[in-house]
């Protein structure tokens, strides 16, 4: 079994640190090259990334070993990039509720289009099946999970870029799918959690050029996200409540020398920092309902908060929940336990998971009756105590 203050990375448990303090560099990096230093070549970020990627296999391996056992996709779909610079295809996986394969002539499904973590480095797209379970079964939408393109092979902005492109997929072929394009959702987990509010925004700036058919992002749901890229690790590191608990250098150096390249790489650039862009591109590109989750012995708690306190606030005045999960580190839901689900996650996807369906459910009523849409916001610095049952 695996402590509670262990770090995992997809699956992938990481010994707690020493207190070791690191120093913390005078000026706040501006480029790529100005946090990652001379990095090693993309040969050899590629054959440690690979390694890196053999042990999470082994790793979500027992975390789905747990029961009850997370659902398969039921399909898949192979689409090219767009909107890449670096062409090429990427995998959705659809995991559909009961009732859509029942009943063919069943149409305007919602859907929450997911973007798993690990780095921008680890991961694939089936690593977020037990979420999918709590979508299926409590939101009765159909879950999409997106198999984007790792860095080093593939580093910023490719992942954003084919995050935005599966939402071009699902708007351009709901009607085939099935699918209701006005009440399309995205969420992630860490770097996911990142996309899940960068593809929004990558969007926002590709319908500036290009035309979209008719569709409304409702809501994003993201948990423990990355969303400031101008923070060095040791800021980090420091602003946590526990610096032994957050993932090691060895770690943090590969998903940043594999995803921030080149080296004169803009670290504010909004579809990499989301904390960094101005007030208009985030009223403008994020949907009017934010769900956030953070991990309070997490490197990444403060911009979390930070960001969700952000838009919440005039002018972007976005309705926003927030939850700060009390003694647990950051990806403590990918845990490698093959005797049961890591503690509270269960318990907070299910929530997550109704406040989305409250939210697909009002917006569903108000577009009927051309009402327009404002749900209560409940941003909450921390669980009650209640919540600290598993």
């Known amino acids: ?25 005078e000026k706040k990096p501006k480029k790529a090259k100005d946090k990652t230093g001379t990095p090693p070549s993309r040969f050899s970020l590629r054959m440690t990334a690979n390694w ?44 559909v509720p009961e009732g859509y394969n029942k009943d063919p002539n069943s149409d305007k ?46 580093p910023f902005p490719t992942a954003v870029d084919d995050g935005a492109d599966a939402l071009l997929y699902i708007i351009k072929n709901a009607v085939e799918l ?14 996911g959690g990142n996309i899940a509010l960068t593809a929004p925004i990558r969007l926002y700036e590709h319908r500036k050029t290009a035309e979209v058919p008719e569709h409304r992002i409702i809501a994003v749901a993201t948990w423990y996200p990355i969303t400031d890229y101008t923070l060095t690790r040791a800021e980090r590191r420091a ?14 150096n590969l998903f940043d020398a594999s995803y921030l390249f080149p080296p004169e790489l803009d670290l504010a650039h909004p579809c990499l920092s989301p904390s960094r862009a101005s007030d208009e591109i985030l009223m403008e590109s994020l949907p009017p309902n934010l769900i956030f989750y953070t991990c309070e ?60 369906k409250a939210i697909f459910e009002e917006d569903q009523t108000h577009s009927i009756l051309h009402f327009p849409i404002k749900l209560p916001p409940l941003l909450h610095p921390k669980l009650k105590d209640e919540n600290n049952s598993d």
């Open 178 to 191: 099935r699918l209701d394009s006005n009440r399309i959702a995205t969420s992630g987990f860490s770097a």
């Open 297 to 356: 012995w997490d490197m990444l708690l403060r911009e979390g908060e930070e960001l969700a306190q952000r838009l919440q606030k005039p002018p972007i005045s976005k309705n926003v929940y927030y939850t700060m999960i009390p003694g647990v580190a950051h990806g403590w839901d990918k845990g490698p336990n093959p005797m049961k689900p890591p503690p509270k996650s269960e318990k907070l996807y299910g929530e997550c998971c109704r406040k989305l």
């Open 52 to 95: 890196w990627r053999s042990l999470q296999c082994i790793g979500m391996s027992l975390h789905f070993l747990a029961p009850p056992r997370p659902p398969n996709p039921d399909f898949t779909k192979s689409i090219p990039s767009t909107l890449a610079t670096t062409k090429g295809q990427f995998t959705l996986q659809f995991y």
């Open 1 to 25: 079994m695996v402590n509670s203050d262990m770090q995992t990375v997809e699956g992938i448990p990481v010994p707690t640190r020493s207190k070791t303090e690191e120093p913390i560099p």
């Open 239 to 252: 602003s946590a409540l526990r610096p032994e608990a957050t993932l090691p250098p060895t770690l943090t």
């Open 109 to 154: 499904w919602p859907v929450v289009v997911n973007f798993h973590g690990g780095g921008f480095t680890l991961g694939s797209a089936s690593d977020d099946a037990r979420f999918a379970r709590f979508i299926l079964e409590k939101c009765h939408a159909v879950f999409v999970s997106v198999d984007y393109r790792l860095a080093p092979e593939c």
